[in-house]
């Protein structure tokens, strides 16, 4: 059976800092999910579970909050003094409203439920039982992670091409045109005949290539790889 | 081709000495050769720093400041206007060929041409280029 995270990381006697630490999981961000502010996401709950060395369903996504600590009693009455007794403050902290749903939470769940066709406002409210704009902070944080969890599973990135790089697009930034030509080329199996700069003549079919090199296998099966710097100019031939 | 590869290459073809040991040859500072060989913009302004580097490279002065002016972003742009316009480009080669045809595609390091003469694709290489022109 699950436990909330505060109840798991208590059993096993340690500190929100000492769980940061183990799990690489900001302090803050702890506090927020023992507190039920925020749903575990799937890659926190896989750290988490790790550094406290349970199962990833041993640790419920959202915590309960934790209950309030009782006051500690306090020390003994003082023996009566010949000084009156001052009157006594009595301390009356007010129950913690929880937080309001903040404008950009819905603003953001609206813009996520845009993406799909079954989901608007009106599903949204009809699934919270009440008015956006009367949700919990917590509640809108349930609902924009279960529709970013759906758009995860639903809508996965596309998949990376090997030449994909995080660079910035500006003209002379990239050399992908190369490297794509270099790939359609090698899974077609062409030839490539290569000038180099000394007029030298290299021929073979692309066995490898990097952003500075060309590795050809030529007809014998022997492999040579040329420095891009040292070729000025190539081109395919049919295979 | 602009200064930076033409710098590179005679680096190469003087047995890779690195740019600490071009600085303790001619005196100039290795960053100055590294921005040379690296920049896209206009680079080498100092004429000492230039006639310092082609004594130690065994080249006339005149063969580096001419190719102050290629700078690779001018190359950059005559490619980006001839794919853009569609029209055809003359690239001169370095001791080598001129090819002239239609910018297909053009990124950091290469471009491939569709030649107006025989049809055929060829891929050339920028560093390679010493000169160009639109048609």
């Given at each position: 059976m699950s436990g909330n995270l505060w109840e798991v990381r208590r059993s096993k006697k340690m500190k929100v800092r000492d769980l940061a630490a183990k799990s690489g999981v900001p302090v803050s961000l702890i506090h927020q999910y023992e507190a039920g502010e925020k749903t575990i996401s799937q890659a926190h709950m896989r750290q988490l579970a790790r550094a406290l060395i349970?199962?990833?369903?041993?640790?419920?996504p959202l915590s309960d909050p934790k209950p309030r600590a009782q006051p500690a009693p306090g020390p003994p009455p003082r023996p009566p003094s010949g000084k009156p007794a001052r009157p006594q403050k009595t301390s009356k902290t007010p129950s913690r409203r929880p937080a309001p749903v903040r404008p950009s939470q819905i603003e953001h769940l609206l813009g996520l439920a845009e993406?799909?066709?079954?989901?608007?406002r009106a599903s949204l409210e009809a699934q919270a039982g009440k008015p956006l704009e009367e949700l919990e902070k917590r509640e809108a944080s349930g609902l924009l992670n279960q529709l970013q969890e759906r758009l995860r599973q639903e809508q996965p990135p596309p998949s990376k091409q090997p030449?994909?790089?995080?660079?910035?697009?500006?003209p002379e930034g990239v050399d992908e045109f190369e490297l794509k030509y270099l790939t359609a080329a090698q899974a077609a199996g062409h030839t490539l005949s290569i000038t180099l700069l000394d007029g030298s003549q290299l021929e073979g079919v692309i066995a490898g290539f990097s952003p500075y090199t060309i590795t050809v296998r030529q007809p014998r099966g022997e492999e040579i790889t040329v420095n891009k710097?040292?070729?000025a100019y190539y081109r395919k031939q049919e295979a | 081709m602009s200064l930076g590869d033409y710098v590179r290459y005679l680096r190469a073809m003087k047995g890779g000495p690195d740019f600490l040991a071009i600085q303790e040859g001619t005196g100039v500072p290795t960053y100055t050769t590294r921005e040379i060989e690296q920049r896209?913009?206009?680079?080498?302004?100092?004429d000492e720093d230039l006639q310092k580097l082609a004594e130690y490279f065994g080249v006339p002065f005149e063969e580096l400041t001419w190719r102050?002016?290629?700078?690779r972003k001018l190359l950059s742009e005559a490619l980006y206007s001839a794919q853009a316009q569609n029209r055809p480009i003359r690239l001169v080669l370095r001791d080598g060929p001129a090819f002239e045809g239609r910018v297909l595609w053009w990124d950091l390091g290469a471009t491939e041409l569709e030649l107006s003469s025989e049809g055929g694709r060829w891929v050339v290489q920028r560093h390679a280029v010493d000169d160009w022109m639109l048609i």
């Open positions: 349970v199962d990833t369903w041993d640790i419920k993406r799909f066709p079954d989901v608007n030449f994909d790089r995080h660079r910035a697009y500006l710097l040292a070729i | 896209y913009r206009r680079v080498g302004e100092n102050r002016e290629k700078w």
